[in-house]
Nanobody, 115 residues
């Protein structure tokens, strides 16, 4: 059973930075895709960034140039560095990992951008 645990969320002022971490219980090398999603009340969960095992990275247009996704296979951890945060980045952020056709989710971490 794969478990993903997010950390690093919190309250930050506009223009500030946060780094989210997603620690996997097993080897993330098995996961062909790892990603970060976010969700606000009343809206569907939306893709923020994804990274494929071969290294290809994809970002939502709204975060390009501000967010950076990375993975450390040795630490079984995926990161999301978030800079120049805006109020509209406020959401619950979820980590996901795909093994074959199976997608695993973390429990989510709240990010609030407010002055």
């Amino acid at each position: 059973q794969v478990q993903l645990v997010e950390s690093g969320g919190g309250l930050v002022q506009p223009g500030g930075s946060l780094r989210l971490s997603c620690a996997a219980s097993g080897s993330i090398f098995r996961m062909n895709v790892m990603a970060w999603y976010r969700q606000v009340p009343g809206k569907e969960r939306a893709l923020v960034a994804s990274i494929i095992r071969g290294g290809m990275i994809n970002y939502a247009d709204s975060v390009k140039g501000r967010f950076t996704i990375s993975r450390d296979n040795a630490k079984n951890t995926v990161y999301l560095q978030m800079n120049s945060l805006k109020s509209e980045d406020t959401a619950v952020y979820y980590c996901s990992g795909d093994i074959g056709f199976q997608r695993y989710w973390g429990q989510g971490t709240q990010v609030t951008v407010s002055s």
